[in-house]
């Protein structure tokens, strides 16, 4: 049992796929799938099983994966540890995860300021769900994360410390051109014919839990993989989408917003560990809440924040 493997099936964890771990790697799809049939001979149980989208760890994968990653995360440390004193720089790089959204939105901007008063920082900047990130800073392998209080929410563990930034307001991302472009707040009832699409489950039932509290029914006909694929779907005139605030000055130049009667809104929070937390991680968790509140449709912690759904990005 070797780490390569380990980080091979923790890899294929993270993606859901066999063939996507490969080329993140660089091995061939069967030389993924023998590493992790070596792993299921050495413990004794399958480790994955396959489904319509790939693949996706068993009850005892899941058990493995969380102990691996926390190895690997310690072994990778090892070795920066050990390069950096070998280099005479024991530099400690700051490891920041961000959902999508947020990565594409605020954290960049907070990162950059704290870079111009810092100096030089070694960092990293990783996008992934806001469970998948709670779990990397839980095992060490983030210094701090950015997420949100979508459903299914946030564990409370006592390994970690929550900070609320404020509350996000969704919008609606429109093709130019569509009859409501530019108009002034809608009702969501004025979109119950429209075509929507998603990306995933989180931001789905936000809109539906939006849309049945007024008494509609949001047809969700289509899903993309991921943002850009949502945002493309948009642009090209097939469907609207929900989006969030955060978003709004990082938007494609092909789509607009609309603004939603009380709208639908989302938590962001930023979750550091308790032991051992990164030196540059209170600077930063500062540098985020400026950054939110300058964004065009988020209210920052300390307003009033008219309470809302709950979302996924």
């Not at 969380?66 to 050990?82: F, G, M, N, Y």
């Not at 985020?288 to 309470?307: D, K, M, N």
Request: glycine letters at 10%; one cysteine or more; proline letters at 8%.
């Amino acid at each position: 049992m070797t780490l390569t493997s380990w980080r091979t099936f923790v890899t294929v964890c993270r993606l859901g796929s066999l063939s996507a771990a490969a080329d993140e790697l660089g091995y061939t799809q069967s030389a993924v799938s023998r590493q992790i049939a070596g792993l299921e001979r050495e413990l004794g149980v399958p480790l994955v099983e396959r489904h319509a989208r790939g693949v996706r760890p068993t009850p005892a994968g899941e058990v493995f994966r969380r102990h691996a990653t926390a190895a690997l995360t310690e072994a990778d440390r090892a070795v920066r540890a050990v390069r950096d004193l070998r280099d005479g720089a024991p530099v400690r790089t700051l490891d920041v995860g961000a959902t999508p959204s947020l990565a594409a939105g605020i954290v960049p901007v907070a990162i950059r300021r704290l870079l111009d008063t810092a100096g030089t920082v070694p960092w990293s900047l990783s996008p992934g769900l806001s469970l998948e990130l709670y779990d990397r800073v839980v095992s060490g392998d983030l210094d701090l994360a950015v997420v949100t209080d979508a459903p299914p929410g946030l564990p409370d563990d006592p390994r970690v410390e929550r900070r609320f930034l404020g509350m996000d307001e969704m919008v609606v991302v429109l093709p130019l051109g569509h009859p409501l472009a530019g108009s002034a707040p809608v009702r969501v009832q004025a979109l119950a014919g429209q075509t929507w699409v998603e990306d995933n489950e989180g931001s789905a039932a936000l809109l539906r839990q939006h849309a049945a509290r007024a008494g509609v029914t949001a047809r969700i006909d289509l899903a993309a993989a991921d943002l850009p694929g949502k945002l493309a779907l948009v642009a090209a005139g097939h469907a609207i989408a929900l989006m969030p605030g955060v978003l709004g000055g990082a938007l494609r130049t092909d789509v607009t917003t609309v603004a939603l009667v009380a709208p639908p809104a989302r938590g962001i929070h930023t979750i550091t560990p308790r032991r051992d937390p990164h030196p540059c991680s209170a600077p930063l968790l500062d540098l985020l809440v400026t950054a939110f509140g300058a964004s065009r449709f988020g209210r920052a912690a300390h307003w009033p924040a008219e309470a809302g759904g709950r979302e996924r990005d």
